[in-house]
Structures are given as C-alpha cells and as structure tokens.
C-alpha cells in the first residue's frame, strides 16, 4: 500500500508568489518523521526540512514551512516568495519508528516563471 | 552536514559488463546505508539496505546477484551491478545515517548520485 502521496501535477508559479505542495501520509505508528527534499534536474537529493510526529510547532526553515496536520495525515510543504531556483521536483517521504528507511511520495514537479 | 559522495556520477558502459558505483561518508561513520533507484520522472525506490559488516537486507523484487551490496568499512558502501543490460539504465543514488533506527533525528543524507546508461 503506497503510504506517501502527492497527487498534484506539475505546477507552474509565479516568482516571489508561494506555493503550497501536498502530501498525504499513511501509517498505523505513533511516532514518525517526515520529511521534504527538493532534487533540481542534477539529481541530488536536498534536504528541506523535517517534521516529527511529535512536534507540536510546525517545523519552519528559512521559506519552507510545513503544515502539519496530524489528525488529517498530511504534512503540506509551503515554498513562501518562489524563486527561479526553486524550479525542482520535490519529494515529501516518510519514516517510521524504529526504521531509518524512507518512503518517498511520486513528487511534484515545480516550476518557477519570472 | 554530513557529506555523502557517489562515484562516478556518470557511467556508460557495454551491456554485459559489471559497474561498481561507490558511497562514502567522508565526515562521519555510516553504520547503514540505503541504495535507491530512480527511473526518469518518477520516485526513489529502495533496493537495499546496508548495515556494515553484514549482508544487506534486499527489497522484493531486487535481484540479489544483480546488484551486490558491500559494506565493508563504515565509510563506504558499494553497488556492482553485475552483467548489466540495457534496462539496468537508471539515476542510482544512496544515503548514509549514522543511526541504528532508533529516535527519528531527521539525520539522513543523500549522495549526489549515479546516472548509469547501459549501450
């Protein structure tokens, strides 16, 4: 069963606009992380930021924020004040107690227009 | 951060050769670390998990004798993919932690990763 989801197709957005990325999540566990990471068309994988299921403030770095809403499983990545370098795919995954494996979602792809 | 490093980035090779990708945690002591594959516009998939000193532990449908995992230090981990055919084309990339699977630290970190074309 696929336990991260994005479903939004690509999106085109406007330079210094935000934009919201979902993701949905699925698991029986109390305690898990989840995390977001950008992959420009090089192929590294970047971290962004992260989210324990624990933390009762969603986590904030610098223009990423993540809406964190437990109840509702879904952990929605906001990009505030686009850039032309955050043209990317970018990846929501999941981890689970006790397992240091991700599961990642199919990812969005994000383009950033001037 | 940690620094994670794939080599080589960029590998052609002849269908029925072995290729050997290597992982390296250069600032810190990976005692596991993951091998994905990733086909063009779609997600990471996991092939493997690697814990050093030990046999990786393998996904469904991974062919073991495809591609060999090594673990063999704490700082280097290595993928061969054995007799490689044209469908083996793929975006390898690996990642390292230095955690046993305990707290979630969000300590994870990516390689920058390997674009294999088998001709």
């Known amino acids: 069963a696929q336990k991260i989801t994005q479903t939004q197709p690509g999106m085109f957005v406007q330079e210094k606009e935000a934009v919201t990325l979902d993701c949905t999540y699925d698991?029986?566990?109390?305690?898990?992380?989840l995390f977001w990471y950008k992959q420009p068309s090089s192929g590294e994988m970047i971290f962004l930021i992260y989210q324990g299921s624990y933390d009762e403030q969603n986590a904030t770095e610098g223009r990423y924020s993540l809406n964190f809403q437990k109840a509702r499983k879904s952990a929605n990545l906001v990009i505030s004040a686009s850039q032309l370098g955050d043209s990317a795919m970018y990846f929501c995954?999941?981890?689970?107690?006790?397992?240091?494996?991700?599961?990642f979602g199919k990812g969005n792809q994000v383009v950033v227009i001037p | 951060g940690a620094v994670v490093s794939q080599h080589p980035s960029w590998v052609i090779c002849k269908s029925g050769t072995s290729v050997k990708i290597e992982c390296r945690s250069l600032d810190f002591q990976a005692t596991t670390m993951f091998w994905y594959r990733q086909f063009p516009k779609q997600s990471l998939m996991l092939m493997a998990t690697?814990?050093?000193?030990?046999?990786?532990t393998y996904e469904q449908g991974v062919e073991k004798d495809k591609f060999l995992i090594n673990h063999a230090s704490l700082t280097l981990s290595t993928l061969t993919v054995t007799s490689a055919h044209p469908e083996d084309s793929s975006f390898y990339i690996c990642?390292?932690?230095w955690g046993g699977g305990g707290e979630d630290t969000g300590e994870l970190f990516f390689g920058e990763g390997s674009r294999l074309t088998v001709l």
């Open positions: 990642s390292a932690s």
């Open positions: 690697s814990n050093e000193g030990s046999k990786a």
């Open positions: 995954a999941m981890r689970e107690r006790g397992n240091n494996r991700l599961a």
């Open positions: 698991t029986s566990d109390q305690s898990y992380g």
